[in-house]
C-alpha cells in the first residue's frame, strides 16, 4: 500500500476534508465533514461529526464522535480493555480481530501512538490540549497513521457494531460498522466509528 500521497486537508483544527490515497482505486479520494451533531446522555453531552466518501463507486459515511471524561466514559475504556484480553485469547482461532483503542491487533503501525493517547487521557488532560505541545514530526506521525488505517479499513473491510457486545460481533458485517476507540485526528480526542452501507465485497 502506497502510503507516500497521504495528506491531511485541515482548517482550523478542525478535520473539514480529509484526501488520501487509495491503492485499490488508484486515484485520490475525499472524506468531506457533511452533519455535527450533539448528543445528551445521562451524564454528558457527546458530540460528533459525521464524513461522507466514496470508495469503487461505494458510499462509506464515518462518524466521528468525543469520549467524554465521565463515569460513561471510565466504563467504556474498561470494557474494551476486558474485550482486547479476549481478543488476546482468540488471537490464534482465525478470528479477524475488531479495532480497539491501542490499535488494530495484532500488529499495526499507529500502536505505539493510540497507546500515548490513551495514556493522556488516563492523566486527564485532553487531547485538543496536548495537540499545540506536540512536535510538528508527532503531529505528522498521528495524522499519517489515522489515514492509512482509514484507508486499511475500508480495503479490509473490518466490522464489529456497538462497544459492549464485540466478543459476540467480531465479523458481524450486517452491522457494517467499525469502531476505534480515542484517536487523535488533527488536534481533538475522538472516537472512530466507520459504518459501511454495502456488503463486505469478498474479491477486493
Known sequence: MDTSQLEPDCSHNNPIKVTFYSSIIDEAC?????????????DAIHRSLVFESWLKKRKVVVK?????????????LEIYENEKKALQVLSGSGFTPAVLFDGYYPQ?????????????????????T???KMSPDQKGMVREQLLQFFLLAMERGIFH????HLRNTLRDAEANQLTILDFEMVGVRWALVFHYQWPPDEST
Open 64 to 76: 466521528i464522535w468525543e469520549i467524554s471524561r465521565t463515569s460513561a466514559g471510565e466504563q467504556t
Open 130 to 132: 496536548c495537540w499545540p
Open 30 to 42: 475525499s472524506v468531506k465533514l457533511v452533519q455535527r451533531i450533539a448528543t445528551k446522555t445521562f
Open 161 to 164: 457494531d456497538d462497544l459492549r
Open 108 to 128: 499495526h503501525a499507529y500502536h505505539p501512538e493510540a497507546r500515548i493517547l490513551i495514556t493522556e487521557w488516563r492523566q486527564g488532560e485532553r487531547l485538543r
